[in-house]
T-cell receptor, first 115, second 113 residues
Framework: AQSVTQPDIHITVSEGASLELRCNYSYGATPYLFWYVQSPGQGLQLLLKYFSGDTLVQGIKGFEAEFKRSQSSFNLRKPSVHWSDAAEYFCAVGAGSGGYQKVTFGIGTKLQVIP | DGGITQSPKYLFRKEGQNVTLSCEQNLNHDAMYWYRQDPGQGLRLIYYSQIVNDFQKGDIAEGYSVSREKKESFPLTVTSAQKNPTAFYLC????????????FGSGTRLTVV
């Protein structure tokens, strides 16, 4: 069974600073990897996804993530954080075939942005 | 615009009551999912459905029931057997295939009073 670890429950960064949110996964084959963002009291929005090809993927809102198979990681990055990026971020891994994909979510990293 | 609509946004349940959370999508997605979100625990899968009139238990199905009579609709009933129902409930849908992420609704917050 697959699993996801987000080691940082809470991160605080200054506006304009760079950001990296960590995600490690466990899965025997090539996984499908996702990052979602959730604003308070809202649903989750897909930021980006990886399933094959270029290991550096670009997403919405200026985010990118890099898949590193050797480290079983899929860290999310942004070069310059904006106050509107304050939210909770979830890494997820999908596995399966035949149309159904079981997706396992991490527990989330809450991002606080200070002026 | 296409999307997923969850209603109500807030719901209060008395002890011993069953309540039903609505989830409707107009994305023509085949698969629909219900997740429960608790602080510090991420999202946990309650039930999912890949086609009409078929659904499967997820990791925490006890105390919940669902139906899938129409492609667009996947209501979740929280029964009195669910001993700790206070949580944020999220409905999601996905097109067939492994490469697509979920589209989520905006959630229903259920509180037991």
């Amino acid at each position: 069974a697959q699993s996801v670890t987000q080691p940082d429950i809470h991160i605080t960064v200054s506006e304009g600073a760079s950001l990296e949110l960590r995600c490690n996964y466990s899965y025997g084959a090539t996984p499908y990897l996702f990052w979602y963002v959730q604003s308070p009291g809202q649903g989750l929005q897909l930021l980006l996804k990886y399933f094959s090809g270029d290991t550096l993927v670009q997403g919405i809102k200026g985010f990118e993530a890099e898949f590193k198979r050797s480290q079983s990681s899929f860290n999310l990055r942004k070069p310059s954080v904006h106050w509107s990026d304050a939210a909770e971020y979830f890494c997820a891994v999908g596995a399966g075939s035949g149309g159904y994909q079981k997706v396992t979510f991490g527990i989330g990293t809450k991002l606080q942005v200070i002026p | 615009d296409g999307g997923i609509t969850q209603s109500p946004k807030y719901l209060f349940r008395k002890e011993g009551q069953n309540v039903t959370l609505s989830c409707e999508q107009n994305l023509n997605h085949d698969a629909m999912y219900w997740y429960r979100q608790d602080p510090g625990q991420g999202l946990r899968l309650i039930y999912y459905s890949q086609i009409v009139n078929d659904f499967q238990k997820g990791d925490i199905a006890e105390g919940y029931s669902v139906s899938r009579e129409k492609k667009e609709s996947f209501p979740l009933t929280v029964t009195s057997a669910q001993k700790n129902p206070t949580a944020f409930y999220l409905c999601a849908s996905k097109d067939r295939g492994n490469v697509y992420g979920y589209t989520f609704g905006s959630g229903t917050r259920l509180t037991v009073v």
